[in-house]
């Protein structure tokens, strides 16, 4: 009886869970969905502590579990409580790999505890066991070495050497060997060190696979961590033979990948190539560019922007690290009361993380009726009087269009060049995350500002105020 | 039979999470990453097992309880953050 009902709350969560992302999906009912959501997992929670398995335990255990879960919603709290919005890639990736090693962790404990003799199959057993334990390794070095790549820790740069993809795929043969040896081992103590190598070599290879993945890749490589954490649970879901784990972690796995295709599809790269590739290692030669690139002050940008009756903003990675978000909503504040029209031009792939910039704009209370998306903004470039590019390079560089030389030759741009002035914020002359050099700086109708972001945009408010 | 019935199940709701997802506007790329992170955490239930359901295996208690705060950070600060983010979506309508 306590079995069958706590399977039914259980279905009963997973249904939950299964309408919050529904929800989650559409802007009007996402925050309601988030909380259906979250309503769900507390459900799944409840019905577990009554599980036999928790039948035995004394008031030092549920002394220990509930410590447990207060001790981690206490810094999760602190955590979602304290994070800059713009550090927000930093944080999901961060998330993203507790909850992979917490499947590991999950898997690894139930093996030492049942491993000997599993309630079912022990091939099938041992080969959920190890998927969660490879799986959830993976992911949480990855997401670590991502975190420190986006939080500036280590360098953002990809690394690369010499016989890498070699390394790399021995470490991962090493990862199979282990695992098939740990799967079709009778002996207990020899399936234990098979295991234990499937958990220092899953470790490995996180950190191997992300390594030669550049900043700017990070949106990918975050969707499909984030995709991997949720395969890692489903395979925890196995182990336990939980049904909630399972559908839950599908589902997180399913649109994990999802997203990884979008963010690759906005790049017109395929996955491979995101992950193997060591794209932006090395500084590609790129076509040549013929003009030179002219700069302009603030005071001179300030009366084209006056004039101007049509502007849209197209920020990039830039304006996040220069925090720039709320100095460009004052911007664009000032330049809708004087009449003009303004949107913000947003590509898929601008920042670090699918949607970084919605965020950050939103953060700033940009209404979303001006974000536009890449493919409503550029059939009306044309009539554009100023486009402002805030720290974006790559996917305004109109080589992606017109190079077929180029590295990025096929990938989907905004079209800023079409504008009839635009304005590039940059801090330097330097080249882009691609290493390429952008022609839309040396265009005719392109002005450089250079300068940190936010102060030139601060500065342009000033001139605005004063007059 | 139990294995194959939740083979079953893992193969629907991969179907299911592709069809609830093929069409997500990006304005709710990162709260739909970061919604879905949290979810992730439902590992949270294998941890609450592996931590009581050990008894007398002092390793597997440690490893389950490990498990167990790791995966209320995950579920609680994602929960969190990805409702503060949808917090700050806002229409014109809305207002500031």
């Not at chain 1, 499937?198 to 700017?216: D, E, T």
């Not at chain 2, 506007?25 to 941890?47: D, E, F, K, R, Y």
Request: proline share 3%; aromatic share 8%.
């Amino acid at each position: 009886m306590r079995e069958i009902l706590i399977n039914i709350t259980y279905i009963l969560s997973a249904c939950l869970f299964i309408f919050g992302i529904k929800m989650l999906g559409k802007a009007e009912t996402a925050k309601k969905g988030n909380l259906i959501s979250s309503a769900s997992m507390l459900i799944a929670v409840v019905a577990t502590l009554f599980d036999r398995q928790l039948l035995n335990c004394d008031f030092a255990m549920w002394v220990l579990i509930f410590g447990g879960i207060l001790a981690g919603s206490a810094i999760g709290w602190a955590m979602a409580k304290y994070v800059k919005m713009t550090s927000m890639p930093e944080m999901v990736a961060l998330l993203n790999g507790f909850g992979g090693l917490a499947s590991l962790l999950v898997g690894w404990a139930d093996f030492q505890f049942n491993g000997a003799n599993p309630a079912v199959n022990p091939y099938f057993y041992k080969t959920a066991t190890i998927l969660a334990i490879l799986i959830g390794g993976i992911t949480f070095t990855g997401s670590i070495y991502a975190w420190g790549k986006l939080s500036g820790k280590i360098s953002g740069k990809a690394k690369t050497f010499s016989g890498q993809k070699t390394v790399n795929a021995a470490i991962a043969a090493l990862c199979l060997v282990s695992s098939v040896a740990f799967v079709l081992c009778g002996n207990y103590g020899a399936a234990y060190a098979c295991m234990i190598a499937g958990v220092v070599l899953s470790l490995a290879l996180g950190f191997a696979a992300v390594m030669p993945i550049g900043g700017g890749d990070m949106p990918v490589v975050i969707s499909l961590l984030n995709s991997f954490s949720g395969l890692a649970a489903s395979a925890a879901g196995f182990v336990i033979q939980n049904n909630v784990l399972i559908v839950a972690g599908c589902l997180v796995g399913a649109s994990g990948v999802i997203l990884s295709v979008i963010m690759c599809k906005a790049m017109n790269r395929t996955l491979y190539n995101v992950l193997f590739s060591g794209f932006g290692a090395t500084t590609a030669k790129g076509g040549e560019v013929k003009g030179e690139m002219k700069a302009i002050s603030t005071d001179d940008a300030y009366y084209v922007l006056e004039a101007a009756q049509n502007v849209v903003f197209i920020p990039g990675y830039g304006m996040a690290v220069a925090q720039a978000q709320h100095a460009v909503k004052e911007l664009a504040t000032i330049l809708e009361e004087k009449g003009a029209e303004v949107r913000f031009a947003i590509h898929p792939v601008a920042g670090r993380m699918p949607g970084h910039m919605n965020v950050l704009l939103a953060e700033a209370d940009v209404p979303y009726e001006q974000l536009c998306e890449m493919q409503d903004v550029n059939p009306i470039m044309e009539n554009v009087d100023v486009a402002i590019v805030i720290g974006a390079n790559d996917v305004v560089n109109p080589a992606a269009a017109q190079d077929k030389s180029s590295p990025i030759y096929g990938m989907p741009i905004i079209e800023a060049y079409k504008a009839k002035t635009v304005f590039c914020l940059k801090r330097g002359q330097g080249a882009g995350f691609s290493g390429l050099v952008n022609s839309l700086f040396f265009a005719e109708n392109t002005r450089m500002i250079y300068g940190d972001a936010k102060g030139t945009i601060t500065d342009l408010v000033s001139k605005f105020k004063q007059s | 039979m139990e294995i194959i019935l939740l083979l079953f199940i893992f193969t629907l709701a991969a179907f299911l999470g592709f069809e609830l997802i093929a069409k997500v506007p990006s304005q709710l790329h990162t709260p739909l990453m970061s919604g879905s992170n949290a979810i992730s955490g439902i590992t949270i239930v294998g941890a609450i097992i592996a931590t009581g359901g050990t008894t007398n295996d002092t390793l597997a208690t440690v490893l389950g309880f490990a498990a167990l705060v790791l995966a209320s950070i995950n579920v609680v600060g994602g929960y969190l953050v990805t409702n503060r983010m949808l917090g700050m979506f806002k229409t014109k309508k809305e207002g500031k």
